[in-house]
């Protein structure tokens, strides 16, 4: 690969349990793949020369783009927020369609996740990863009101957009697709950047948002196809369903541990914010 450094290359280690190894591992052998913002290739380079897939890729810097023409049969150098896909390339031409990191750097990800659509085979499919605003080390920030933009990791301040499982999935049902497999990549909060402040927190409401929907998960990586038309994704369903018992149980923990005796059930929306923050002032002192 080009010696430049780019921002965001890296080589992949095919031993490692990471995000990358999980879309590449979705993608498959053998397919016709289009690579959306595929930097200066280090993932056109394991499709190509381990997994036997032809790739084409789209990326918005010309020097990484140059780079990535290496193992790519082509690379277009353009800005998918201002790109129209469906003039680049025929309809139904790619077996897969990658968007590893790419979605969160976009003003409208939905318009180019529509697009894809008309650009998969018949039986193609969108292999995505995305960041977890919902990792306990986001709120941690927000709690102690900060929110620290960075060059790389979650806080990227080339950021876009910012989504949960919940919301992701909620894209994905709006732009048209189903959902067929839904993985997570989760690092603890000591090997993440987010360990200074975390650590910070009172011990209790250090539980609390460990036991958060998600709490753990650093990236999302998912694999979907286009929808037929009226048809529910019942695997969003669930997992929207066990998000909402999830958060049951924690909030259950939280009245049992340090509120017990009060009833949360009959309170209206101003009293229960009004009895969080008192709870969390409960648990300072508790500290």
């Excluded at 993608?27 to 499709?47: D, R, T």
């Excluded at 409208?108 to 529509?114: F, M, Q, S, Y």
């Excluded at 998969?120 to 986001?138: E, F």
């Excluded at 990236?219 to 909402?244: C, G, M, T, W, Y």
Aim: glycine share 6%.
């Amino acid at each position: 690969m080009n010696s430049k450094r780019f921002r965001y290359a890296y080589e992949i280690d095919l031993e490692a349990d990471s995000t990358p190894n999980k879309v590449l591992d979705l993608v498959g052998e053998n397919k016709k793949v289009l690579e959306l913002g595929c930097g200066p290739g280090h993932m056109s380079k394991v499709l190509t020369k381990h997994l036997g897939c032809q790739v084409r890729g789209i990326e918005i810097d010309p020097e990484a783009a140059k780079a990535a023409r290496d193992f790519c049969r082509d690379v277009t150098v353009c800005n998918l927020d201002e790109t129209d896909l469906r003039r680049l390339f025929k309809n139904g031409q790619f077996d897969v369609i990658i968007a590893a990191d790419i979605l969160e750097h976009l003003k409208t990800p939905e318009r180019t996740l529509v697009q894809c659509k008309h650009l998969l085979r018949q039986d193609g499919y969108l292999v995505i990863s995305i960041p977890n605003a919902s990792h306990v080390g986001i709120v941690a920030n927000l709690m102690s009101a900060q929110f620290p933009y960075s060059d790389i990791g979650l806080l990227d301040r080339t950021h876009l957009r910012f989504f949960t499982g919940p919301s992701f999935r909620s894209l994905l049902r709006e732009t048209g697709y189903l959902i067929d497999k839904w993985l997570t990549h989760k690092v603890p909060v000591e090997h993440t950047e987010f360990k200074r402040v975390f650590h910070s927190l009172p011990g209790p409401i250090r539980k609390y948002l460990i036991k958060s929907p998600d709490g753990l998960v650093y990236q999302f990586i998912i694999k979907a196809q286009p929808a037929p038309n009226h048809e529910s994704d019942s695997l969003a369903v669930r997992l929207d369903k066990e998000v909402e018992q999830q958060i049951k149980e924690r909030d259950l923990w939280l009245e049992n541990s340090y509120f017990k005796g009060l009833s949360c059930d009959r309170l209206n929306k101003k009293e229960h914010t009004s009895l969080f923050m008192r709870l969390f002032q409960l648990l300072i002192k508790k500290k």
